[in-house]
């Protein structure tokens, strides 16, 4: 950390926290004046009178140091227009008028005290102190953050009421028709009852169940044909389970040892050939 001059003893309050402030910025961004003077555009004797306390900085240096220290620049230029009103009260104001990044000219001029009201004093009005606690509207979000979580929460309650009622109206729906299931099914038509009459004509063999028909059956299909091919499966040694009409796993099982048995295709389907090796 650089070592500073002590301030002038009647240097203003506001002035002083200005020039602290600058010096603070200084040493964190560990700038020298050589680098102040390139980096800003005014000289290092400018900036030593600054960081002295001996003159007030421009406004335009201030922004110039906040930029390149990366800082925010509003509570420094609030310092300095406060600072601008009672810089040198007690004593001459002598004010150097810094030279033009685009020029090295330095103009002096002194000015005394009550009757020369600075340049820069109709800028600094009162409301422009306020800058500072511009800056308190951000805690302001929080009241728009409770409305939107309130408004979710509130969508959300919405949402599951309208869920559990959907639920409920399903249940109710849903209810009388599995009570009323159960008549229907006790009153539901018999499995009909199939009985294998085997016999062979002309050199086929038949169960005299589907009248000696040859259609394709697979696995989920019911009727005749299925109690036909039943009887004949049990007729050549393998059983298909129940004569019931019904393609089941057992049947299909029995479908296709048989068809293994016999050198078939093993898909588990009665088609042409199958049929012809029952029959045969």
């Not at 102040?36 to 009178?49: C, P």
């Not at 800082?71 to 009103?85: G, K, R, S």
């Not at 009459?197 to 169940?209: K, L, V």
């Not at 099982?253 to 045969?280: N, Y």
């Amino acid at each position: 950390m650089s070592r500073y001059k002590a301030l002038p003893a009647e240097l203003d309050p506001c002035a002083r926290q200005l020039v602290e402030r600058l010096r603070q910025l200084k040493d964190h961004g560990e700038l020298t004046m050589r680098h102040l003077a390139a980096k800003t555009g005014y000289s290092a004797k400018s900036w030593e009178r600054y960081l002295g306390g001996t003159s007030l900085p421009p406004r335009e240096a201030l922004e110039a140091l906040a930029r390149i220290t990366g800082a925010d620049p509003v509570p420094l230029i609030a310092l300095h227009e406060i600072a601008a009103d009672t810089w040198g009260s007690g004593r001459a104001r002598t004010a150097v008028a810094e030279p033009h990044p685009t020029t090295g000219k330095q103009e002096q001029v002194t000015l005394t005290g009550p009757t020369t009201p600075r340049a820069t004093k109709p800028r600094a009005t009162k409301p422009r102190a306020t800058t500072p606690p511009a800056k308190a509207p951000a805690p302001g979000r929080f009241p728009h953050i409770h409305i939107a979580l309130t408004a979710g929460v509130v969508a959300l309650a919405v949402a599951l009421l309208a869920a559990l009622l959907l639920v409920l109206r399903l249940d109710e729906d849903i209810t009388p028709a599995a009570v009323a299931a159960p008549p229907s099914t006790a009153a539901a038509s018999p499995s009909p009852s199939y009985t294998c009459r085997i016999s062979r004509t002309d050199g086929r063999w038949s169960a005299g169940i589907n009248e000696g028909r040859n259609d394709e059956i697979v696995y989920g299909a019911t009727g005749a044909d299925v109690a036909e091919a039943q009887c004949l499966l049990r007729r050549a040694g393998i059983s298909p389970g129940g004569i019931d009409g019904m393609f089941g796993p057992l049947t299909l099982r029995a479908v296709k040892t048989f068809q293994q048995r016999e050198g078939l295709v093993v898909d588990g389907m009665l088609g042409p050939r199958s049929w012809k090796a029952l029959r045969g």
